[in-house]
């Protein structure tokens, strides 16, 4: 079966390579009296353009549906993150935010993990996100938020009540929005001549080099390269200006656009897209592979679960992340594999999973006792998880992971 559906940038054609099939919403936690029957669910399939090349969902979830005011995501979760964010702060603090009065704008800043560190240096800012339960925790941080989705209105209203912005900024958010033109042709209204649009996001080129097909979810319509955000930018007056690969959420790049003209691009730009063209990242091929891959580690992460049930072992997951819907709905993991998931968020747990109801937990019930083998759905997180509960190991306990291969560890 092949369904075409039209490229949200550039109104090509796109071309179906994969379809993981029914999926709920991958943030929709279940308090466990809900009414399972209202589980909202839509086709989960992954396509490429064929003008522009941008990888993207074949079917778009309406946003209301995922960013309410009872979004469980807290970005301040990770202590790790909050390092990255504190760093990059500084970073601007350094170069883009040495002149008069610059004024910062971050599209969904979440609980205000990376603003915070801008706010606390005296930065002119403001958040705008629309999940009230997050937004709220940065404004009791004191910073400046405002509720509501960023969009090519909102940016006209911001321009009108604060003037340009030297720095416009975007962590794992921009890759969220199927209106991406509206954002574009804000961003490009609301900064100054020389002001640059920053943003971060899980890498294609990651992707399909770990099969990390988790990072597919209703929440992550596109999946960005460094030639279809090139394309992309220059659909909409601006010019992708730097690239940089970052560790983060199992490898991300950072892109850095500007006004068209206004900035030379670094030759880390010329890198990346010869990069991706040796590796054939534009060609439907290369993500048909990906697709075979994906699937033979569903088969063998299924095989090793039900081979350790059999066994009489006792499993659980670790982190009820939003990638685990893909992966506990697709590969077939209910509470009969994974009696429960601990997570360390307070809106999750005391939850059943979005799809396979399986019961949220809070961390300590991991080592009570702790399990044979946990799943770690955080795999992105796997070394400060790891450090944390290294009595589990100590324990005789083993860690099993499916990116980039299925193993025990
Ligand atoms: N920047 C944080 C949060 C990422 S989660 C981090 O990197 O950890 C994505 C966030 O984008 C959510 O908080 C969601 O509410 C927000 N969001 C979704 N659509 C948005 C839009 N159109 N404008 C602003 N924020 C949006
Ligand atoms: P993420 O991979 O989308 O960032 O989600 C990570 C999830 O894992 C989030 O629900 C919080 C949870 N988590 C823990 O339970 N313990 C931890 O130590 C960390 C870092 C995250
Ligand atoms: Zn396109």
Redesign the pocket.
């Known amino acids: 079966m092949s369904n075409d559906s039209q490229c949200r940038v550039c109104g090509g054609a796109v071309r179906e390579f994969f379809d993981f099939g029914r999926q709920p919403l991958s943030d929709a936690f279940l308090l466990p009296n809900a009414d399972q029957s209202a589980e909202f669910f839509f086709r989960l399939a992954t396509g490429i353009c064929g003008d522009c090349t941008m990888v993207q969902l074949m079917e778009e979830v309406p ?1 209301d549906r ?2 309410h005011d009872e ?1 469980p ?1 807290y ?1 301040s979760g990770s202590a790790y ?1 909050r390092t990255h ?1 504190e760093e990059l702060a500084k970073r601007l603090l350094a170069t883009e935010l040495t002149g008069d009065d610059p004024f910062v704008v ?5 609980d205000g ?2 603003l915070g560190a801008l706010a606390d240096a005296g930065i002119r800012h403001l958040g ?4 009230g339960s ?1 937004a709220d925790v940065a404004a009791a941080k004191g910073i400046k938020v405002r509720k ?4 090519l209105s ?1 940016a006209e209203d911001i321009l009108r009540t604060e003037g340009k912005a030297a720095v416009i900024y ?4 921009l890759c ?2 199927p209106y991406i033109g509206s ?1 574009l042709s804000g961003v490009a209204a609301l900064l100054e001549p020389t002001g640059v649009f920053v943003f971060e996001d899980p890498y294609l080129g990651d992707i399909v080099a770990r099969t990390s097909f988790d990072q597919i979810y209703d ?1 992550h319509f596109f999946f960005f390269t460094a030639r279809s955000v090139q394309a992309m930018a220059a659909r909409n007056g601006l010019e992708l200006v730097d690239v940089e690969r970052i560790p983060v959420h199992g490898g991300e790049v950072r892109y850095t656009l500007a006004l068209a003209g206004a900035r030379q691009p670094t030759a880390a730009v010329a890198d990346l897209l010869a990069e991706e063209k040796a590796d054939k990242l534009d060609d439907i091929a290369t993500l048909r592979r990906f697709g075979e891959k994906v699937l033979a580690t569903k088969h063998e992460l299924a095989a090793l679960l039900s081979g350790l049930a059999a066994d009489g072992k006792r499993v659980v997951g670790y982190g009820a992340t939003a990638k685990s819907a893909t992966v506990t709905n697709f590969v077939g993991i209910g509470p009969e594999l994974l009696p429960f998931v601990c997570d360390s968020t307070p809106a999750k747990q005391n939850r059943l999973t979005p799809g396979t109801h399986i019961p949220v937990q809070p961390p300590q019930a991991f080592s009570d006792p702790y399990p044979d083998y946990a799943l770690l759905f955080a795999w992105n997180h796997a070394d400060e998880i790891m450090a944390k509960e290294q009595a589990f190991r100590e324990s005789g306990g083993k860690w099993i992971l499916y990116v980039p291969d299925v193993r025990i560890v």
């Open positions: 946003r995922m960013f979004y995501y970005s993150m964010f971050e599209v969904g800043c979440n993990v990376m705008v996100e629309p999940s997050v509501s989705f960023f969009e909102t975007a962590a794992n958010t969220h929005i954002i929440e």
